[in-house]
């Protein structure tokens, strides 16, 4: 069971909109998805609670630091992935949620105060990766991007691929319909038509084939 | 749009693999959070005594003798104190 923990100290990086177009396209794609809801704002069950949940995905909410790594090996099986959306601080409970990660996505706009704080949980995989002995897989995924490549984006992710940072492409764009999940529930193909669905649709779907292929270990 | 995933998930690939849970470990990426700053940020338990949801309180302060002869009687008889000023009530209601 590979678990992805969704990891940025810094509130607002796009932490559960990235969690949830992971998990419903990873789900589309045929896989056994769960969430959990460790985040106290409880973005994920609001989704959960506008829609139906699509078929593969289910959701645990309210799992905090004392429970997250009995819970996680509770999740344990083969062919499903575990995702874990945390809330926007550095807490224990992030530390030890990506204790037992096989991948840490950090989310992350693309200004500089997101990569500032956002390199902290970073240089914590690190030290983590230290105290256990073994590599924790991770990668930043820029959100809410626009078509035109803004110059502080353009240093950023080079500043970043400079230190060795894995940087997922495709980034996660702004879109209208990603944000509507929170307002209708489900995924992508359920909702009303928002904006332009179909580059929205091939966004979410690529940036889900680009975590599904580190979580095998193909095509990087 | 396209129903069709875009691309396949072959569930043979997605593995188990062993993680270290032992509380030493654990211990070991508790220290490694705490020197980044990632620190226990839940709430604390409430301190002391929880309410009771089966019964209720007063705060009644009675002068020292009245507290020291509501205090021998209920310990005498090995009840709570409560109890004498429930019987107190039944007898001020009745009277």
């Known amino acids: 069971m590979p678990i992805v923990t969704v990891a940025s100290p810094k509130g607002g990086a796009g932490k559960s909109t990235a969690s949830i177009i992971l998990a419903t396209e990873l789900a589309h794609a045929g896989a056994e998805v769960t969430i959990l809801d460790c985040d106290p704002n409880r973005s994920i069950s609001i989704w959960a609670d506008r829609g139906t949940l699509p078929p593969r995905i289910n959701v645990r909410s309210d799992v905090g630091e004392s429970e997250i790594v009995k819970t996680l090996k509770q999740q344990d099986a083969d062919g499903r992935v575990v995702i874990v959306d945390l809330e926007g601080v550095a807490s224990r409970l992030v530390s030890r949620a990506i204790s037992q990660a096989d991948l840490v996505l950090t989310p992350m706009r693309a200004t500089t105060l997101d990569a500032t704080i956002g390199v902290r949980a970073l240089a914590l995989i690190e030290e983590e990766e230290e105290a256990l002995g073994r590599a924790i897989r991770h990668a930043v995924v820029f959100t809410m991007t626009r078509a035109i490549k803004s110059k502080q984006h353009t240093a950023i992710e080079k500043s970043l691929r400079g230190q060795g940072v894995d940087i997922i492409t495709p980034p996660l764009m702004e879109r209208a319909a990603f944000s509507a999940l929170f307002e209708f529930g489900g995924d992508l193909r359920t909702m009303p038509v928002q904006g332009k669905m179909e580059p929205a649709a091939e966004n979410a779907s690529a940036f889900a084939q680009a975590v599904y292929n580190r979580l095998v270990g193909k095509g990087l | ?95």
């Open chain 2, 1 to 95: 749009m396209s129903d069709k995933p875009t691309f396949s998930i072959d569930l043979d690939s997605l593995k188990t693999r062993r993680k270290d849970t032992t509380p030493e470990s654990q211990g070991r990426v508790d220290a490694a959070g705490e020197q980044h700053g990632f620190v226990n940020r839940e709430p604390n338990r409430k301190r002391g005594r929880q309410p009771s949801p089966r019964v209720g309180q007063v705060h009644a302060k009675v002068m020292p003798n009245v507290a020291d002869e509501i205090a021998d009687e209920a310990k005498r008889r090995g009840v709570q104190q409560g109890v004498i000023i429930e019987e107190a009530w039944v007898l001020y209601k009745n009277r």
